[in-house]
């Protein structure tokens, strides 16, 4: 049975009744019906085309309907809302008066369906079909279907309210109807304003659309079930929690998130149980002590949020393994297994470091140790001449500090541990776990995964594996193991959090596809395991298509859309692939165009390049040639674009245009926007900006800067290099405009206009338009005279004006007078800040909070400006933290690219350092002084070839990282961590 609650959805009304009627006349048509009791309900239901009338323009709400009308009603209904046809009905008559051949197939299957979902019973094993419905027995029906189709129990939700009824003739009814009728009563679908309901009488069609229309506009279901509540939510495991609803609810569908105070949670997965009544969050990484919210939403139409209280992972039980302590091949050591059980019952031995153990082994030399990743409680005798012998006792007893929860228990030592059986569970790449193992792959990044275990069912230590077995493989040209079959190299890795046993593979000398079988065999139960390597045949590139890019320029870099498939019908975006014998060679007709083949760092595949040093300045037609390995090509022609040249100057950003007579504006470089002939921002800077206007600098651009009229003055009518900025400086009030044309520096040593220029519109203002003035937030200081001079740690003092016109604007610091409520507390007139002064101490241990008064000499009497200061001693740290080009290492959105241009690379921690810009709480530049802070880890190294040498790094989470085995074209990802700040980017080397 399926569970819909569609039961008052319109579609029930037009499917008990429109299929009992003949369709034909409209409601304004009806003869019969106007002044009828049932006309509002039946009007209702025609409007809504759920009922009809008789061809001959009547609805007849007076005729009766037969109980084989409202089985075929019911029926039907049923098979709309998606309810099975018994598949037996033409086999199985289930009313002796109901057959095919007296009946019919339609009312055989409706009387099936209604019989088996208990809705209609009938008499004495009869439906009598041609009996008239009365109204008791409808009410019995319209009501089971209710709990059916809605899955539901209303009569019992009814019997348990408390209510006084309309009916008065109840006790006419029978008593199996009762508690169906008061349903109705109840729900006001029987007509309140009647105190009889007449259960004996006949059911009529304007009753029945009466009954239905108000069926139709009551919300029984959502009355009736219980309102979907999440119950309990909490910790379950280390790294789960579980929600629990008080009912089944579409949980496929919900969306979850939780939070640990005020920050997000990330969630791994979740898995739903069967009953559909909770499901298990798992999370991205292990709970910590806190309180712990989630908000499930998607479910029926509500957002649940519970809070749970987590304390951190910590020891329930700790178990010994068995009653054996089992000593190594020298004999004067043993190990004894246990585990440790946290409160959830799962396994967490290797993450227990605080467990301890003590044994009654004793003497100069002698050692109990605890292998916590292991799970193993190694005793050391302290001399050979002493070793354990089989049948010896110990008491060892384990013991977790942080809990001080113990076990003891004494042990026996047994037989020397031998390897007995070995289980091989499958290849692990531990580079990338999606990997194909092709002969175009790296060997040594997969490993066998294995479980060696002793006779005593513990788990062997890698180091003693190799003694005790024998390694074969079938065919040696295909794959090998590390040094050799006779001295294989068993070691571990971690592998899903977990440390796990792995063979060591390497590639053969003349390395083929193909499969051969990996042996291990046990020297002492000759129990063999085996597993089948198969080394796919390598990659070969067979056609390649090339895409049209969008614009390629002279003397830039152009991505080139391309898409390669392989002799297997896949696409091959693996770089390493691409560039070597079974890849693709794409090659240009111009020898100052290079096409060349990169890895995208952050996607992984490769991508297509143009790289061009023309240094042309008019279009060229540019023949691109690529054949695949399987001698398919194809060619395009693209157009090279003339070199990018500034164009014109579009618009200024960052930039005041209000100043006040005597006040400055700085017009630098960084505030003129200017885009090339094609278009494109270009930036100018110290390569493409001249340093003087002469025959040196031909080719590059300056900016001419002139006043159109008398209301500023310029410091000069050039921006170039060298200046850097143009200070233009109020004179007169009113408006004035400024021309900047871009020009560039011919042959000559002449600077010739590029564009028309553009204008600048600066209005100058003096005190006779200002209303009204503002003193700027002046910044904490930080006092620490130790490290403190007058430039730094000091914050600028800014008094604006509000203008007649709503403008506002700068008053020069001639304008005014600062005073500070302390004598140590320093401002400097000329540079407009305010400071510490540089050997003095005005904080002890609290913040102080000293007055600062500035006194405006405003238009017709002084305006005074008051300001608490706060000074600190608070010790400067690390707020943000954000990458720089610095030294020769780029930064290029999310990556950064260190150069190289030879095969290995050699990267300095001090250059990683160097690009990483940190600002204190005050908004000071700390890089230098925090730089013995940072903390670089290096993760994800990627050998972009594939060749032997590997990239390699050592000293993760220190101040300095030593690589080995870097070169150009490989990437890996850097964290640095100073001060809790977090910075994560990807680095590309020599791209």
């Known amino acids: 049975m399926i569970n819909q609650r569609k039961f008052l959805a319109s579609t029930l009304a037009a499917t008990l009744v429109a299929t009992a009627v003949v369709p034909a006349a409209s409601a304004a048509s009806f003869k019969d019906l106007k002044g009828n009791t049932h006309e509002e309900a039946v009007l209702a239901l025609v409007n809504a085309k759920v009922i009809n009338g008789y061809p001959d323009g009547t609805f007849k709400p007076n005729k009766t309907l037969t109980r084989s009308d409202v089985v075929k009603l019911l029926g039907k209904y049923l098979v709309s809302e998606g309810f099975q046809v018994p598949s037996d009905y033409k086999t199985k008559s289930r009313f002796t008066d109901v057959t095919m051949k007296d009946s019919g197939d339609e009312l055989l299957k409706y009387a099936a369906m209604v019989k088996d979902y208990g809705i209609l019973g009938g008499s004495n094993g009869k439906l009598l079909a041609k009996e008239d419905m009365t109204r008791e027995d409808m009410a019995i029906a319209l009501v089971r279907l209710i709990n059916v189709v809605e899955v539901i129990d209303v009569v019992s939700y009814v019997d348990g309210q408390r209510f006084t009824g309309d009916v008065t003739d109840l006790h006419a009814a029978k008593a199996s109807a009762r508690p169906y009728i008061l349903v109705l009563d109840y729900f006001d679908i029987t007509n309140p304003a009647l105190d009889k309901f007449n259960p004996k009488s006949t059911t009529t069609r304007g009753q029945f659309a009466t009954f239905l229309f108000r069926v139709t506009n009551q919300k029984i279901g959502d009355m009736v079930a219980p309102k979907a509540d999440l119950t309990d939510f909490k910790a379950t495991g280390s790294d789960t929690f579980t929600v629990v609803f008080n009912q089944e609810v579409e949980l496929k569908n919900a969306k979850y998130a939780v939070k640990k105070g005020n920050s997000d949670v990330a969630i791994s997965s979740v898995e739903i149980s069967k009953d559909k009544k909770s499901a298990k969050l798992i999370m991205s990484s292990k709970l910590s002590e806190g309180n712990y919210t989630v908000s499930v939403s998607g479910v029926a139409d509500s957002v649940f949020m519970k809070t749970t209280a987590v304390a951190n992972e910590k020891a329930a039980s700790i178990e010994f393994l068995n009653e054996h302590a089992v000593p190594d091949a020298t004999g004067n050591k043993v190990r004894i297994g246990y585990k440790v059980i946290n409160q959830y019952g799962e396994d967490m031995t290797s993450n227990v470091p605080n467990v301890v153990a003590s044994s009654n082994v004793t003497g100069t030399g002698s050692d109990t140790i605890v292998k916590h990743a292991e799970g193993i409680v190694e005793i050391t005798k302290a001399t050979r001449a002493s070793n354990f012998k089989q049948g010896d006792k110990i008491s060892v007893s384990i013991t977790d500090r942080a809990t001080a929860i113990t076990q003891s228990k004494v042990v026996t030592v047994v037989s020397k541990s031998k390897v007995s059986e070995v289980d091989i569970t499958g290849l692990y790449n531990d580079i990338n776990q999606s990997a194909t193992f092709n002969i175009d792959a790296n060997y040594e990044d997969f490993h066998l995964v294995l479980t060696a275990k002793d006779q005593y069912d513990m788990e062997v230590p890698a180091q003693d594996i190799a003694d005790d077995v024998t390694v074969s493989v079938s065919d040696r040209s295909i794959i090998d193991v590390n040094r050799s079959v006779n001295t294989p190299v068993f070691t571990q890795l971690t592998i899903d959090g977990k440390r796990q046993t792995v063979l060591e593979l390497k590639k053969p000398n003349n390395n083929k596809q193909g499969t051969a079988v990996i042996s291990i065999r046990s020297k002492s139960t000759g129990k063999t395991a085996t597993y089948e390597v198969t080394v796919a045949e390598g990659v070969k590139a067979d056609t390649i298509a090339l895409g049209t890019p969008q614009l390629t320029v002279a003397d830039e870099k152009t991505e080139v859309p391309f898409l390669v498939y392989g002799t297997d019908g896949k696409e091959i975006s693996n770089t390493a692939v691409l560039n070597n014998a079974n890849g693709v060679n794409v090659m240009t007709n111009d020898r100052l165009v290079k096409a060349v083949i990169e890895n995208d760092p952050l996607t992984g595949k490769a991508k297509l390049y143009l790289i061009d040093s023309s240094n042309a300045t008019s279009d060229r037609q540019v023949l691109i040639t690529a054949t695949t390995a399987n001698n398919k090509a194809t060619t395009m022609y693209v157009t090279m674009r003339a070199k990018a040249e500034a164009s014109r100057i579009t618009a200024m950003k960052d930039i005041e245009t209000n100043v006040f007579v005597g006040g400055v504006i700085t017009l630098s470089k960084d505030a003129i926007v200017v885009i090339d002939q094609y278009g494109r921002d270009i930036v100018l800077n110290n390569s493409n900006m001249a340093t003087a206007v002469n025959t040196s600098n031909t080719g590059k651009y300056v900016i001419d800067v ?286």
């Open 706 to 991: 002139v006043a159109l009229d008398d209301k500023v003055a310029l410091s000069s009518n050039r921006l170039i290099t060298a200046t850097n900025a143009v200070t233009v400086t109020g004179k007169k009030k009113g408006s004035d405009y400024l021309r900047l044309n871009l020009q560039q520096i011919d042959s000559r040593g002449v600077a010739r206009n590029v564009d028309s220029g553009y204008e600048l519109n600066v209005k100058v203002t003096d005190k006779s338009s200002v209303v009204q003035y503002e003193l700027k937030n002046i910044d904490i200081i930080y006092d620490n005279p130790a490290k403190t001079s007058t430039n730094n740690y000091a914050r600028e003092v800014i008094v604006y004006g509000l203008t007649t016109d709503g403008n506002r604007v700068v008053i020069p610091a001639s304008e005014y007078t600062v005073i500070t409520g302390h004598e140590d507390l320093i401002y400097n007139a000329s540079t407009g800040t305010i400071y510490v002064r540089g050997n003095k101490d005005i904080v002890d241990k609290d913040d102080q909070y000293i007055p600062v008064k500035v006194i405006v000499n405003a238009d017709r009497q002084p305006v005074t400006l008051d300001q608490t200061v706060i000074i600190t001693k608070a010790e400067p740290y690390a707020n943000t933290v954000e990458l720089q080009s610095s030294i020769g290492l780029t930064v290029q959105g999310q990556f950064l690219h260190i150069p190289g241009t030879t095969s290995n690379v050699n990267i300095s921690s001090t250059d990683l350092k160097a690009v990483l810009k940190i600002t204190d709480q005050y908004g000071e530049d700390i890089s230098r002084s925090a730089s013995d802070r940072i903390k670089l880890t290096a993760t994800n190294l990627v050998n972009s070839n594939n060749d032997s040498t590997v990239p390699a790094v050592s000293g993760n989470g220190t101040n300095t990282l030593t690589f080995t085995g870097v070169q150009r074209g490989d990437s890996f990802f850097l964290t640095y961590f100073v001060d809790g700040k977090t910075l994560t980017t990807q680095v590309v080397v020599g791209q």
